[in-house]
């Protein structure tokens, strides 16, 4: 999304990117609703797995490349936005130029691969704790970003105007961006060139992930039935600010485990997010920007295909 609206924008820059994103949903919510009252849901097994392999491992390589320099953050300025092995190059050619940052990214990166090695192998060596282990894995996440916003907290609690490392800062309280989304003529044309990867990759990550859980617990999916509810989610999103959106890998895995059976803990999910976002908006101030990117690549790295996937 963020390069699909960095492009768009160079040719729009009046255009605010959350508007831009809202439109974005709006069109692919049209498309993926009008492929799925048309029964079409079946073009997505005719896509090979290496095919979404490959793609998959791209983008999420080029991710992690991108996000390094914050985890470190260099001085020098560079470009994150273009092809990897140049991001690659330029962040070891820059790599002299890192601050204090590093060691609130590092560290948070180390500790987010250091938990789940851990609950890996408690899981091995005790596997009737098995279920144990699997939440205090998922649940990584939820313990190192609190951790470190503490740290930074008792860091630069009194010298918010020039904090020791970079912190993520003001989080707007609430729906900042509800409203009706502004599409015409102009935006659907300027996206017109992006719509394939905006289409394919909300409809391939879902469709993956149902599939996966299907086999796992005895069930098959309806592929054109799960369009139509990409779709609306896209259609009806954009009106609180939203941007296309696909299901959640570690999500769907948590409330499995959990033994959920119906859409009734999407409800439960809605309301704590709410809360969230109206609640704690004061003590995102504190987050590290590092250890946030650390986060980020340490979630989007998993995306990376497995070694016997990319070979066969």
Not at 5 to 30: F, K, N, T, W
Not at 103 to 116: E, K
Not at 184 to 205: Q, R
Not at 272 to 290: T, Y
Request: aromatic share 10%; proline share 7%.
């Amino acid at each position: 999304m963020g390069s699909i609206i960095i492009r768009v924008q160079a040719v729009h820059p009046d255009i605010p990117p959350p508007v831009l994103a809202s439109a974005l949903a709006i069109i692919c919510g049209a498309i993926v609703l009008f492929l799925g009252l048309l029964r079409l849901g079946f073009i997505v097994d005719v896509i090979p797995l290496p095919a979404i392999a490959a793609f998959m491992s791209g983008s999420a390589s080029n991710v992690c490349a991108g996000q390094v320099k914050t985890v470190i953050f260099e001085k020098a300025h560079f470009s994150t936005r273009g092809a990897t092995y140049k991001i690659i190059i330029d962040t070891l050619k820059h790599l002299p130029s890192a601050r204090m940052d590093a060691a609130m990214g590092l560290t948070a990166l180390a500790m987010l691969y250091g938990i789940r090695s851990a609950c890996s192998y408690g899981t091995r060596k005790k596997p009737y704790k098995a279920k144990l282990f699997f939440f205090l894995s998922t649940l990584r996440t939820a313990f190192v970003v609190p951790f470190y916003a503490m740290i930074s907290a008792a860091v630069n609690f009194y010298r918010r105007n020039h904090p020791a490392f970079k912190l993520l800062g003001n989080v707007p309280r609430g729906f900042k961006a509800a409203g009706v989304p502004q599409v015409d003529v102009s935006i659907i044309k300027a996206f017109v060139g992006e719509l394939p990867a905006a289409v394919n990759i909300p409809l391939i990550g879902h469709i993956a992930i149902s599939k996966s859980f299907g086999r796992v617990n005895n069930y098959t999916i309806d592929p054109s039935q799960e369009f139509i509810a990409i779709g609306i989610s896209s259609l009806l999103g954009p009106f609180l600010g939203a941007y296309p959106a696909t299901g959640s890998f570690s999500r769907t895995a948590i409330k499995a485990k959990c033994g959920v059976r119906t859409p009734l803990a999407g409800v439960i999910t809605t309301v704590v997010v709410l809360l969230a976002i109206h609640a704690l908006p004061a003590l995102f101030f504190f987050i590290p920007k590092s250890s946030l990117s650390a986060v980020i690549i340490h979630a989007v790295g998993d995306l990376v295909a497995p070694s016997h996937i990319t070979y066969f």
